[in-house]
């Protein structure tokens, strides 16, 4: 299943991969509760979120930045890129089907994201 989100942003790819790092991932969105660890060298550590307590992984991509929860049983993954409509959040996990309650947590989740990128006001408060 995908869900997606746009922020009415104005940011380059370097300035999300420059933003939203590991240590920063509570800043950026109210559903996860607290960073635990951030080990720098792997740009991996644990956060703290709704669904509980996970490892994450982060990766600068082309246009921004993709995190994994490579121990998620829905094999959780979100990115979060500059596109010309603004930053856009893309959600996936490996179901194409779910318990509805879970679909709204996610839902909840590429909200929490959009609605922290916009408080950042990343790329000198821009918006579109």
């Known amino acids: 299943m995908e869900f997606f989100a746009i922020a009415r942003i104005v940011a380059t790819a370097d300035q999300l991969r420059d933003w939203i790092t590991g240590p920063r991932l509570a800043e950026c969105c109210d559903t996860i509760d607290r960073v635990l660890d ?4 792997l740009d991996a550590g644990e956060i703290y979120c709704l669904w509980g307590q996970f ?10 930045v993709r995190f994994t929860l490579p121990g998620c049983p829905n094999a959780l993954a979100w990115t ?3 596109e010309s409509e603004g930053v856009l959040v893309h959600c996936t ?12 947590s996610i839902e909840t989740f590429v909200e929490d994201w959009r609605v922290g990128l916009a408080r950042l006001g990343l790329a000198g408060r821009g918006a579109l």
Do not use: S
């Open 93 to 104: 996990i490996n179901r194409t089907e779910h318990d509805p309650d879970f679909i709204a």
């Open 55 to 64: 490892e994450v992984r982060r990766e600068p991509i082309r246009d921004g």
């Open 80 to 82: 979060v890129t500059a």
């Open 38 to 41: 951030w080990r720098e060298n």
